[in-house]
Structure formats: structure tokens, C-alpha cells
């Protein structure tokens, strides 16, 4: 009795919106946006948390016209477990307080939702979205905990060894630096473990935009972030014991201590950027996209 | 339009959101005496020991440090006795209420934070009174300047976890059984190289530091089962 038409317009309308989807995620997603906000997204680990959130909102909002046209609805098996995994994680993470697991059990169940309407092929186009996605995911403490003191240790390491040798008289035990007659204490904030992760993401941010998902080019670039991050902090150290040492404590501890971490960032992020653009033109397999 | 699909996935989620919250832990439970503090249950001197309080058994305090964040309470002393010189640092952290943001730090974890490497650690059963114990962890750590015997335990409600692993079950249980737990970190060391007789001198003040905090406040440290133990240990031995 319709004509066809009228069929286009109601399955238009029905990959649009759809409220109880809608209703559904906010009330999963609202709960863990504010467990995020307070746990983690507050605190120097988690700070990129709203940034990749949003971007990456962006990204897929730019695809969607796209995804549309060629999306078609995914398998309802498929749609069943998923979800049914998803929101077992979630439902333990956020009662229970484990955010890793919340976060996650959020995560599947929006790529879960994705895929219930368009399908696992639209899931692959836009794969490196929903890669980029799982940094907004904060890691296990532990995992941190394994990876930042090690870091710790090699950057004062490394920050003494670029000092000694101009007669700076700077030693370090562990992770205290002794400057002259101070003691410092590398706190987990310096040892450039929260740096590199923002860092990536924002870079891989940028080498989407600019080049498109080619993967191979991706890892290259996100390989060199790690270096990169490491040596902006060891930079950052000795910023702040040259502070120490020519103009005093005071100014070392207040305003440049959270200064120079800015700095330091935003060289490292124009060193990855002017990287980009000399490796970009000669690495083969990358695409442009509009 | 609406598919029964969209419906079906929308009230799965919805349902979940619900499910949090009838499942989400809300009693909050604490061992503290009502009103007290750890530094007045805390006795500042007995037998033939004194104290004085310390604040920076720790690395510099910062406003935003994790301790700060973590701790509601942290009582740092140091212990002397008249007659050996032997002294003792102590250091007690409470917290109200433990979750997967502010917990009890091992000193297993934080110690190397602060620049130790740890060469010895092992769970204890510290004696307080024949036969009640405590579990706890014996620990040496050492700088190339210093050497530290550590004895300490952890309360989480309780519970007294003796790893990273024990504590994050035992906050599970605490939370499957639909409360949040408070936390009390209690820490000594003594400096110096002769680690055995540190742990021995150790053990033996704990035990009577104990002893001598009022009965109804001691569950604040050791747990109320243990605390009702030691009384009965007591009254047994005085009969």
C-alpha cells in the first residue's frame, strides 16, 4: 500500500534516530561519564579522557552520512552476546567500582549498538575511530603503576647524565634528584607515562586527519611518539633543575613546575607534527582524504 | 519509527543502569570509635616508651599529593624507649571510605616510589597476646645510604590483606556483601642494619601498643574480632 517513496522515507527515519536506543545509552553512559569525571578525567593520568571523547564524537559525526548509505543492520546473534557481555562488564565495573571494567563494558555495548545498525562492514570502515575510542578507556592502575616506575627511574637517570658533564652539581639515588642542597622527588607526573598517552592520541588525532587510517603509517608515527614523550620529559627534569640552580627553589616549584610541562608538550607535539610532514611524503601506502 | 529491536536493546540497557543501582554498595562502615581519632586512641607513651610526632615519614607533602587525596587521618611518630634508645617510627593512615580511587598504598608499592628497593618481604603473623595474631608483612628496604625493617599490616573493614591481590578480593567481598569498608594503613620501621633484631623489637612494641589502647578502641586497629579475642586472651590470663 506505500509506495516506494514512502518505504525510503520511513527507513530513512528509521537509521536517523531512534529514541529507546538513545534513552538505553544515555542511561548506561551517564553514570560512567561521571565516574570518569571523578576519578580519572580530574587527574593528570586521565586528562585526554574529554578530549578523545569529543574528537572522537567529531570523526564519526563527519562519517555519518556515509555510514548511512551503506550501512545495513547487523546480526541479531551477534547483537545478543555482545551485549550481553558488554553490559555484564559494565553492570560489575560501575556497581562495584572498577573503572577500567565499566568503561570497557560501555565501550562494547556503543560498538555493539553500532554495529545493530550498521552492520560489521561500517564497524571496519571506521575502524581506526573506534580504535582512537580506547583511549578515552583509562587503563588498570596496575598496569601504570608497572610502566611509570621504571620510567621514573630512566628519566632521572638520564636528566642527571645530561647535566653532570657542565659541571651542574646535580646527583640522583632511585628517583630523588639532589640539587645543590635540595632534594627533589620524581613524582609519578614526570616520569612522561601520562605524556606519551596524550600525546598518541593526540597525534594519531592528527595523522587521521591529515593522511586517513592507513595503519602502517599510523604505528610508524605512534612508535616515534614514545621517544619523543620520553626525551620531552627527561627535557622537562632538566628545565627544572637548571630553575633550581640559577634561579632558585622557589621559582623552580611554582609556577615554572607546571609551566614547563606545557612547554615541553607542545614541543613535543610540533616535533611529532614536523615529523609527520617529513616522513609523510615519502612513506608509500597512505591515502589522502578529503 | 520503532523497531522491536531498538526497544529490545534500549531496555537491555536501561535494565543494567538498574541493576547498578540496586547492586551498588551504599552502607558505609567504620571500625573508627564514633567522634575519636587515630591520635588520641593512640596512646602517646607507655611502659618505658615516649613519642614524639613527626609529619614527613613520608616524602614532601604536596596539597595534591595521593596522600593527601587518600587519607583521612595519618598519625607519624617516633617512638623511644628509655632505657635501649631503640627508636621506633610509626606511621598510621586512616581512611573513611576505600574504593578503586582512594585505597590503602602498600608499602610493597611505595616504598620503591620513594627511591627503596626492596629486598625481603614476607607475610607475617605478628603475636599480640597468645594466641591471637594479626597477619601482617615483614620488609626490608634499603638506599645505598639507609636500611629499613618494616612491619606492618593492612585493615580493610575486616579484612587484613596481605598483597595487592588479597586487597582488591577482599574489597570485592566488602562490596558483594553491599558495603563500603574503611581503610587503616599501620607502618613501623626502625633504620639500621641489624633487620632481625629491628623485626624482633618491632613485634614486641606492636603487641603492646596495643595492649595499652583502650579495649573498645582497639577493633579500630586490629578488627573487632580480633580486638574481642585479645580481651578474652586477657581476661583468660589474669584469671
Same mark, same amino acid.
Given at each position: 500500500?506505500?509506495?516506494?517513496?514512502?518505504?525510503?522515507?520511513?527507513?530513512?527515519?528509521?537509521?536517523?534516530?531512534?529514541?529507546?536506543?538513545?534513552?538505553?545509552?544515555?542511561?548506561?553512559?551517564?553514570?560512567?561519564?561521571?565516574?570518569?569525571?571523578?576519578?580519572?578525567?580530574?587527574?593528570?593520568?586521565?586528562?585526554?579522557?574529554?578530549?578523545?571523547?569529543?574528537?572522537?564524537?567529531?570523526?564519526?559525526?563527519?562519517?555519518?552520512?556515509?555510514?548511512?548509505?551503506?550501512?545495513?543492520?547487523?546480526? @541479531?546473534?551477534?547483537?545478543?552476546?555482545?551485549?550481553?557481555?558488554?553490559?555484564?562488564?559494565?553492570?560489575?565495573?560501575?556497581?562495584?567500582?572498577?573503572?577500567?571494567? @565499566?568503561?570497557?563494558?560501555?565501550?562494547?555495548?556503543?560498538?555493539?549498538?553500532?554495529?545493530?545498525?550498521?552492520?560489521?562492514?561500517?564497524?571496519?570502515?571506521?575502524?581506526?575511530?573506534?580504535?582512537?575510542?580506547?583511549?578515552?578507556?583509562?587503563?588498570?592502575?596496575?598496569?601504570?603503576?608497572?610502566?611509570?616506575?621504571?620510567?621514573?627511574?630512566?628519566?632521572?637517570?638520564?636528566?642527571?647524565?645530561?647535566?653532570?658533564?657542565?659541571?651542574?652539581?646535580?646527583?640522583?639515588?632511585?628517583?630523588?634528584?639532589?640539587?645543590?642542597?635540595?632534594?627533589?622527588?620524581?613524582?609519578?607526573?614526570?616520569?612522561?607515562? @601520562?605524556?606519551?598517552?596524550?600525546?598518541?592520541?593526540?597525534?594519531?588525532?592528527?595523522?587521521?586527519?591529515?593522511?586517513?587510517?592507513?595503519?602502517?603509517?599510523?604505528?610508524?608515527?605512534?612508535?616515534?611518539?614514545?621517544?619523543?614523550?620520553?626525551?620531552?620529559?627527561?627535557?622537562?627534569?632538566?628545565?627544572?633543575?637548571?630553575?633550581?640552580?640559577?634561579?632558585?627553589?622557589?621559582?623552580?616549584?611554582?609556577?615554572?613546575?607546571?609551566?614547563?610541562?606545557?612547554?615541553?608538550?607542545?614541543?613535543?607535539?610540533?616535533?611529532?607534527?614536523?615529523?609527520?610532514?617529513?616522513?609523510?611524503?615519502?612513506?608509500?601506502?597512505?591515502?589522502?582524504?578529503? | 519509527?520503532?523497531?522491536?529491536?531498538?526497544?529490545?536493546?534500549?531496555?537491555?540497557?536501561?535494565?543494567?543502569?538498574?541493576?547498578?543501582?540496586?547492586?551498588?554498595?551504599?552502607?558505609?562502615?567504620?571500625?573508627?570509635?564514633?567522634?575519636?581519632?587515630?591520635?588520641?586512641?593512640?596512646?602517646?607513651?607507655?611502659?618505658?616508651?615516649?613519642?614524639?610526632?613527626?609529619?614527613?615519614?613520608? *616524602?614532601?607533602?604536596?596539597?595534591?599529593?595521593?596522600?593527601?587525596?587518600?587519607?583521612?587521618?595519618?598519625?607519624?611518630?617516633?617512638?623511644?624507649?628509655?632505657?635501649?634508645?631503640?627508636?621506633?617510627?610509626?606511621?598510621? *593512615?586512616?581512611?573513611?571510605?576505600?574504593?578503586?580511587?582512594?585505597?590503602?598504598?602498600?608499602?610493597?608499592?611505595?616504598?620503591?616510589?620513594?627511591?627503596?628497593?626492596?629486598?625481603?618481604?614476607?607475610?607475617?603473623?605478628?603475636?599480640?597476646?597468645?594466641?591471637?595474631?594479626?597477619?601482617?608483612?615483614?620488609?626490608?628496604?634499603?638506599?645505598?645510604?639507609?636500611?629499613?625493617?618494616?612491619?606492618?599490616?593492612?585493615?580493610?573493614?575486616?579484612?587484613?590483606?596481605?598483597?595487592?591481590?588479597?586487597?582488591?578480593?577482599?574489597?570485592?567481598?566488602? *562490596?558483594?556483601?553491599?558495603?563500603?569498608?574503611?581503610?587503616?594503613?599501620?607502618?613501623?620501621?626502625?633504620?639500621?642494619?641489624?633487620?632481625?633484631? *629491628?623485626?624482633?623489637?618491632?613485634?614486641?612494641?606492636?603487641?603492646?601498643?596495643?595492649?595499652?589502647?583502650?579495649?573498645?578502641?582497639?577493633?579500630?586497629?586490629?578488627?573487632?574480632?580480633?580486638?574481642?579475642?585479645?580481651?578474652?586472651?586477657?581476661?583468660?590470663?589474669?584469671?
Amino acid at each position: 500500500m506505500s509506495t516506494p517513496q514512502q518505504a525510503a522515507g520511513a527507513l530513512q527515519d528509521k537509521s536517523s534516530f531512534s529514541w529507546p536506543l538513545a534513552i538505553g545509552f544515555c542511561a548506561v553512559a551517564i553514570p560512567t561519564a561521571y565516574a570518569l569525571g571523578g576519578q580519572t578525567w580530574s587527574h593528570e593520568e586521565g586528562a585526554h579522557g574529554p578530549l578523545v571523547l569529543c574528537t572522537a564524537a567529531w570523526l564519526l559525526w563527519r562519517q555519518i552520512p556515509e555510514i548511512r548509505r551503506r550501512g545495513a543492520p547487523g546480526k @541479531n546473534w551477534v547483537v545478543a552476546i555482545g551485549l550481553t557481555v558488554s553490559l555484564a562488564m559494565y553492570i560489575f565495573g560501575q556497581a562495584f567500582d572498577f573503572i577500567t571494567m @565499566n568503561a570497557a563494558g560501555l565501550y562494547g555495548a556503543g560498538i555493539v549498538i553500532f554495529y545493530a545498525l550498521f552492520g560489521a562492514g561500517e564497524l571496519r570502515r571506521n575502524w581506526f575511530i573506534f580504535l582512537y575510542l580506547l583511549f578515552a578507556v583509562p587503563p588498570p592502575r596496575s598496569w601504570l603503576d608497572s610502566l611509570t616506575f621504571p620510567l621514573k627511574q630512566f628519566v632521572s637517570t638520564a636528566a642527571t647524565a645530561v647535566l653532570q658533564p657542565f659541571g651542574i652539581p646535580v646527583t640522583h639515588e632511585g628517583v630523588i634528584i639532589y640539587v645543590a642542597q635540595y632534594q627533589y622527588l620524581v613524582e609519578d607526573a614526570c616520569s612522561g607515562l @601520562n605524556s606519551i598517552v596524550g600525546l598518541l592520541a593526540i597525534s594519531l588525532f592528527y595523522i587521521y586527519l591529515s593522511r586517513g587510517s592507513s595503519w602502517r603509517y599510523s604505528l610508524f608515527l605512534a612508535a616515534l611518539t614514545i621517544p619523543i614523550a620520553v626525551m620531552a620529559n627527561i627535557f622537562r627534569i632538566v628545565i627544572l633543575i637548571l630553575l633550581t640552580e640559577f634561579a632558585g627553589d622557589d621559582v623552580a616549584q611554582g609556577f615554572m613546575h607546571f609551566t614547563a610541562g606545557i612547554v615541553v608538550f607542545v614541543i613535543a607535539l610540533a616535533l611529532i607534527f614536523s615529523l609527520d610532514s617529513l616522513f609523510g611524503s615519502v612513506f608509500p601506502g597512505r591515502r589522502k582524504i578529503a | 519509527m520503532t523497531s522491536r529491536r531498538d526497544l529490545i536493546i534500549g531496555g537491555a540497557c536501561v535494565l543494567s543502569a538498574g541493576a547498578v543501582l540496586a547492586l551498588k554498595p551504599t552502607r558505609k562502615v567504620s571500625l573508627m570509635p564514633p567522634g575519636r581519632k587515630l591520635s588520641e586512641i593512640l596512646p602517646p607513651g607507655f611502659n618505658d616508651w615516649s613519642s614524639r610526632d613527626v609529619s614527613d615519614l613520608y *616524602a614532601p607533602e604536596t596539597p595534591d599529593s595521593l596522600q593527601a587525596r587518600l587519607y583521612g587521618e595519618t598519625v607519624g611518630r617516633i617512638y623511644s624507649q628509655q632505657g635501649s634508645g631503640t627508636q621506633i617510627m610509626m606511621l598510621m *593512615a586512616h581512611g573513611d571510605s576505600q574504593s578503586n580511587e582512594l585505597q590503602l598504598h602498600r608499602p610493597e608499592v611505595c616504598y620503591p616510589a620513594y627511591g627503596f628497593s626492596i629486598v625481603e618481604s614476607q607475610p607475617v603473623q605478628l603475636t599480640l597476646e597468645k594466641p591471637v595474631t594479626l597477619p601482617g608483612r615483614r620488609m626490608v628496604a634499603e638506599t645505598a645510604q639507609e636500611k629499613d625493617a618494616v612491619t606492618y599490616w593492612t585493615r580493610l573493614g575486616e579484612y587484613f590483606p596481605v598483597g595487592v591481590t588479597e586487597q582488591r578480593l577482599e574489597r570485592l567481598q566488602t *562490596a558483594v556483601h553491599r558495603y563500603v569498608p574503611d581503610g587503616l594503613l599501620a607502618r613501623f620501621s626502625i633504620a639500621g642494619a641489624d633487620t632481625n633484631a *629491628a623485626f624482633r623489637a618491632m613485634e614486641a612494641f606492636i603487641s603492646d601498643l596495643i595492649l595499652h589502647v583502650a579495649d573498645d578502641h582497639r577493633a579500630a586497629l586490629i578488627g573487632t574480632a580480633r580486638a574481642r579475642m585479645l580481651l578474652e586472651a586477657q581476661g583468660a590470663r589474669k584469671a
